[in-house]
């Protein structure tokens, strides 16, 4: 077995930009909404979200956003969740989702400036999921108006950069 380099932490989660197909109400979870997420694979994927106070289901219908796509599914209030839309937070008030950049297809994989994109499979160790945790805590929109982790900014395989006027928004 070769010694390959064990992947930084932002190179281990999968980024990609998705197109929010449908969304409603959880019928057991007043500020859960259920979307189907298009992210470029066969199926659309089923992903729970703690929008409906920020936001109306029907406005979240055709919206392009950025999906992390291999955490571990998680049930909530009953309905399975395979993925995490990435939202913005200022001053601890939701801000809106991130938007990938413009002419984004669903299932484009963005990734980090200077990182490579070797993500794991599925994020589900305790060990992953505290790598996921760590670079959602180090996202931020930076000063130049990039969603960035540590300064290195969320970029199309083009090098696009995923960008927000919010400047100092957290990335939740």
């Given at each position: 077995?070769?010694?390959?380099?064990?992947?930084?932490?932002?190179?281990?989660?999968?980024?990609?930009?998705?197109?929010?197909?449908?969304?409603?109400?959880?019928?057991?979870?007043?500020?859960?909404?259920?979307?189907?997420?298009?992210?470029?694979?066969?199926?659309?994927?089923?992903?729970?979200?703690?929008?409906?106070?920020?936001?109306?289901?029907?406005?979240?219908?055709g919206k392009m956003t950025v999906c992390v796509t291999n955490l571990k599914p998680s049930k909530m209030r009953?309905?399975?969740?395979?993925?995490?839309?990435?939202?913005?937070?200022?001053?601890?008030?939701?801000?809106?989702?991130?938007?990938?950049?413009?002419?984004?297809?669903?299932?484009?994989?963005?990734?980090?400036?200077?990182?490579?994109?070797?993500?794991?499979?599925?994020?589900?160790?305790?060990?992953?999921?505290?790598?996921?945790?760590?670079?959602?805590?180090?996202?931020?929109?930076?000063e130049t108006g990039a969603v960035a982790f540590e300064g290195a900014a969320l970029v199309s395989e083009g090098?696009?950069?995923?960008?927000?006027?919010?400047?100092?928004?957290?990335?939740?």
């Open positions: 077995g070769g010694g390959g380099a064990v992947a930084k932490d932002p190179e281990r989660v999968k980024f990609v930009a998705a197109q929010v197909k449908s969304a409603e109400q959880h019928p057991d979870a007043e500020a859960l909404l259920i979307c189907k997420v298009d992210v470029g694979e066969e199926e659309e994927r089923v992903v729970v979200a703690g929008l409906s106070s920020h936001m109306d289901a029907k406005s979240l219908e009953g309905v399975e969740s395979k993925g995490m839309l990435l939202g913005l937070a200022k001053e601890g008030e939701f801000a809106g989702l991130v938007n990938p950049p413009v002419g984004s297809g669903a299932g484009d994989i963005l990734k980090f400036e200077g990182y490579n994109s070797t993500p794991d499979a599925m994020m589900k160790s305790k060990g992953a999921v505290k790598c996921f945790e760590r670079v959602i805590a180090g996202m931020n929109v930076d090098g696009a950069r995923v960008e927000s006027t919010m400047i100092g928004a957290e990335v939740k």
